[in-house]
């Protein structure tokens, strides 16, 4: 028969157990194996020992305790951030639904659209103003985008039966001609935003950009399809239904300086580099000084930042806001933006030589904050002698004219 226990002192509780107790909290750790007792077969601890181990233990707790509050305060501070960037979204939503797009005409140059349009428009009305602010005046219509897509399908068919078909608006266009950039543009589409894996082969998108890039080729044979267009139709489509986004894309790409830059003329894009560096000089006297000592010209990073309108060189929700201004202020802002970048790091850049800057401007950190370049646009004057870009730009294309028809070498 087992002792009767009822009146047995019970033993007194060990003081890991005091420790534990009189914690509220205990890191799920192997951190806790400091209070054990030794195993039988080894001497126990030291009173002083088992002391000192208390106290580590302690300290661990405290630690952690502390560090679990910091993340704690992080991941409210984040949730706040997130709710308040959220209801501001909501917010301008609505003004932008209600208030700005049907009163477009009267309101899109206030100075309080203006504002609000530089901290970024939503995305669910984005597409909504861009399209507006871009415009057609080369008046492009539904129908239209329908005739050039099935004359895009119709050459796709024949090429690919190894026919050959000669239309009359493609004169002078050869087939090899067509041939090699309809080649592009599907080796440029498994190319565009190839993290996103929407516009590859079997991506819900693949088609609508391939059906985009196409249908212009056949708009303007003249100007064919140039690398660099697959990105800017990407972006577009992201935001607007095919046919509107075809529209947009025209009418983009017809604006003067995207002509230039895409149909190669080397004369005017020399000119807007010209005026780029008289504002650069301006806005960044030392960064321009060590460019011109390591000769490093404009071309070296400008034609990608330009061609793809950033879509390719920044992260895509920093690149829209981008287009956002762009598509307020104009082809001004390319080159503002530019030189934002420029100014956020030239800390950085006047370290380094050729090669290094080179690189770097050409591969831009992926990580890149969008209100810091926002706040380093912000610093950039567009103004140069009391000229703005426009009359700089005016300028230095009177004096290239006057320039080649003085000059015998230049005429020939």
């Not at 993340?71 to 997130?82: D, G, P, T, V």
């Not at 690919?160 to 543009?185: C, H, P, Q, Y």
């Not at 059906?211 to 972006?235: E, H, K, N, W």
């Not at 926002?374 to 004219?401: E, G, H, P, Y």
Request: with cysteine.
């Amino acid at each position: 028969m087992e002792p009767y226990k009822a009146g047995r002192p019970s033993k007194p509780p060990s003081p890991k157990q005091n420790v534990r107790k009189n914690l509220d909290f205990e890191p799920l750790s192997t951190t806790a194996l400091i209070l054990e007792d030794r195993p039988a077969n080894l001497p126990a601890k030291p009173a002083e020992e088992a002391q000192k181990h208390r106290q580590q233990y302690e300290e661990m707790v405290v630690q952690a305790k502390k560090r679990e509050l910091k993340e704690a305060q992080r991941r409210k501070k984040q949730l706040e951030e997130r709710c308040r960037v959220e209801e501001s979204i909501g917010n301008a939503v609505l003004t932008w639904n209600n208030e700005i797009l049907p009163n477009w005409e009267t309101m899109w140059c206030s100075r309080k659209v203006r504002d609000l349009w530089w901290q970024g428009i939503p995305p669910s009305v984005r597409g909504k103003v861009w399209s507006l602010a871009i415009g057609n005046e080369l008046n492009i219509t539904h129908e239209l985008f329908d005739i050039c897509l099935a004359r895009a399908k119709e050459r796709w068919r024949s090429l690919s039966t190894g026919g050959s078909e000669v239309e009359n608006e493609d004169a002078g266009f050869s087939a090899a001609d067509r041939e090699a950039s309809l080649e592009l543009i599907k080796l440029d589409i498994s190319r565009t935003f190839p993290n996103l894996c929407i516009f590859q082969q079997g991506g819900p998108y693949h088609d609508m950009l391939h059906s985009i890039l196409g249908a212009y080729t056949c708009y303007r044979p003249d100007v064919g399809y140039v690398q660099g267009m697959s990105f800017i139709a990407a972006v577009l489509i992201l935001n607007l239904d095919t046919a509107d986004a075809f529209i947009a894309f025209s009418n983009l790409l017809n604006k003067p300086c995207q002509m230039a830059f895409f149909r190669v003329d080397h004369g005017l894009m020399l000119t807007y580099f010209a005026a780029f560096e008289v504002f650069f000089e301006e806005n960044l006297p030392k960064l321009f000084a060590h460019f011109k000592k390591n000769n490093l010209t404009p071309d070296i990073y400008l034609i990608d930042w330009i061609f793809t309108l950033y879509s390719k060189s920044l992260p895509l929700d920093l690149a829209c806001r981008i287009w956002d201004v762009f598509c307020r202020d104009g082809e001004e802002f390319l080159f503002r933006t530019a030189l934002g970048i420029l100014k956020l790091f030239e800390d950085i850049l006047t370290k380094m030589d050729f090669i290094h800057m080179a690189q770097f401007l050409t591969r831009l950190p992926e990580d890149l904050p969008a209100e810091e370049l926002f706040a380093s646009i912000a610093t950039i004057q567009m103004q140069s002698r009391n000229k703005k870009w426009a009359q700089v730009l005016t300028a230095l294309q009177k004096d290239s004219r006057e320039m080649e028809k003085g000059s015998p070498s230049l005429r020939h």
